[in-house]
């Protein structure tokens, strides 16, 4: 059996010193690039070898320099020149404020990574027309019972192979992503969420609800979290934080727009640090960021 994939609009802190033993993902390998072109529906995909370092701090693919005194331009330019370039998947479900900071940071060279394709449930929101009049292509998931377009979670995962994608970035999606799809990326999918995880996170938190629920409790503070991705909604690991006050008077619209614009600096600063290869897993499971000021540092 051959499924077409279906590709649409193509048309054109505190930092914390000499953490334990750490483990890391090694890079996956991927199926050829096959962009406009029949795919084989099933395939079987190659696994994540895990690797353990005992005392060595190491990414993937990268060394990790035993001194450092501060980045340079040329310094930095010399370190992203020995890590390969990420390919990245956003997904979304409406305007795309964070998709829209992600491209420009990969354009002016922030972020070490290009958008390769997009994928949306909403073929006419916001972020997907932006991602079109970028030239990026737009995939329609998941498949509705009673519409031809839109692609499977099997099909999907072909697609994604066939752009070579590294990391999926959800950025405003609405919708569970699929166990196949957790277990096909095991810890490469992030998901931004406007509140301080675990608080006010679940099914039924999203949009205006979480802010609207965050002023009701009285909380003093709120922020944005992103994560990783699991089977859950918002249960998966945390990666990075940022906070923001909620005043006596606030609405829940003021809320909301005090916390975008945290999320706008976090997305970008933590998809920087991803497509550095500057992640790293404490032995317990915790993901860390490395500081790439002083590579001794987690935050």
Known sequence: MRAQVLVLGLSSSSPIQNPKTLKFLTPPTY????????????SSFSSHGILLASTNLRHRNCVVKTEHKGVSDIEEDNVKSK????????????GGSNLRSIFKATLDGSVHGDIVVLVTNKYDCGGAEYARDKGIPVILFPKNKDAIEGLSTEDLIVALRSY???????AGFLKLIPTEMVRAYPKSILNIHPSLLP???????????VHKAVIASGARYSGATIHYVDEHYDTGRILAQRVVPVLADDTAEELAARVLHEEHKLYVEVVAALCEERIIWREDGVPLIQSKENPNDYR
């Open 199 to 209: 608080a006010f996170g679940g099914k039924c938190y999203y949009g205006m609800k």
């Open 164 to 170: 070579k994608v590294d990391f999926i970035l959800l």
């Open 31 to 42: 199926f050829s690039s096959a962009k406009r072109v029949g795919l084989k529906s099933k």
């Open 83 to 94: 890590v390969r370039r990420k390919n990245l998947a956003v997904f979304v479900s409406g």
